[in-house]
């Protein structure tokens, strides 16, 4: 059902002459019970990720947010080097 809602969304964007970067595109599963289908958008396979960072935030596909705390640590870490406390 995924690869043919990915299939109607590439016509879709061909007809209304609408470029799709599929290099973007990638795909997560989601859940502890994976499946690890292959999907491919116009032809070409999309890339599995475990971990993905979108619109600022780290999404892993255990759903746990152990990637975005240590991003976070990091930032924080950069912030209290870069303040001198005189």
Known sequence: MLQSDSD????WAEKWQ???NVQK???MHVGKQKDSFSYYMGGMKLTEEEV???????ISSDMKCSQQCIQASRV????SIS???T
């Open 76 to 79: 924080m870490g950069m912030i």
């Open 25 to 27: 595109c990638k795909v």
């Open 8 to 11: 109607n969304l590439v016509t």
């Open 52 to 58: 993905e960072k979108d619109l600022g935030v780290w």
């Open 18 to 20: 609408m470029d799709l």
């Open 83 to 85: 303040i001198s406390t």
